[in-house]
């Protein structure tokens, strides 16, 4: 690895780490299962920056999508589970409200398609501009206002739909 | 932020979408303050790694290089057993005295061998 790589490696990290990390716990729902993601985010960024082409955003988030794929695959097979085992899971009355509401996006965040995913995670996550988002994905700055406003409507539906 | 509302379209439950990104915003999860220097340190000790790759390269490199000197050491052992002359050939001069009997010179007889008058029958016809 180049000098220029480390510091851009570096770079990236002071960049985006917070944003990345932020948004593995709104999808996950646990500190230590985020931090874990984050972590090995950046371990795929120092094997692949290699391939780093263009804006790295985008690629970041490929890097990201892939690692949250894959811690959350166990929680996907426990809904998987018999009825008579998902009833010995902690009621909803046990979990604190806050925590609850976290599910809830967690879940909400999760139904989204992975563009919507990823616009929200550059806008709030990133707080990026529009013309920014525009730049990393290749897009213009009004479209990406229109896809960001479709993007919260719909993350808006599905919570009122599973708080009904 | 207060770029949060940029660009949106201008439609009915715009409000409504406006709160709901507001909310969002406010409630957003973090991770906690400990855990990015918690995650640099790992990616630091990352950096600070020779890529396995590379190790691995190394290790084929070094294999090779191996390989190739045997290989030169064969080829050398060889071509020096080539060039080697073979050992000179001695030639050995002997000499035996053989003694062979005398053989006895053939004595004229004064008979033909044939006689042709005994078998004169044979060339008539």
Known sequence: MTPEQKLQIERLFRDYARGIGGYALARLGDAARAEEVTARVY???VKAIGQLRGPPAPWLWAIARNELAREARPIRLMTQLPDE????RPSVDEAAVQQEASDELQVALARLTDDQQQMIWLKFYQESTNAEIATALGLTASNVGVRLYRSLQELRG???RENR | MNHLMENWPDEPDRDKTEKFARNLQARLPQLPTDALPRIEQRLQLALSERPSWLRRRRGTIAAALAASVLAALFWMHGRT???TPPPATEVVHDTMRVTLPAIPAPVP???PLVVFEAYQGLYTN
């Not at chain 1, 085992?85 to 010995?88: A, G, V, Y």
């Open chain 1, 43 to 45: 371990l795929q960024v």
């Open chain 1, 85 to 88: 085992l998902l009833e010995l």
């Open chain 1, 158 to 160: 599905i919570l009122e």
């Open chain 2, 81 to 83: 057993a080539k060039e």
């Open chain 2, 109 to 111: 007889t004064a008979e």
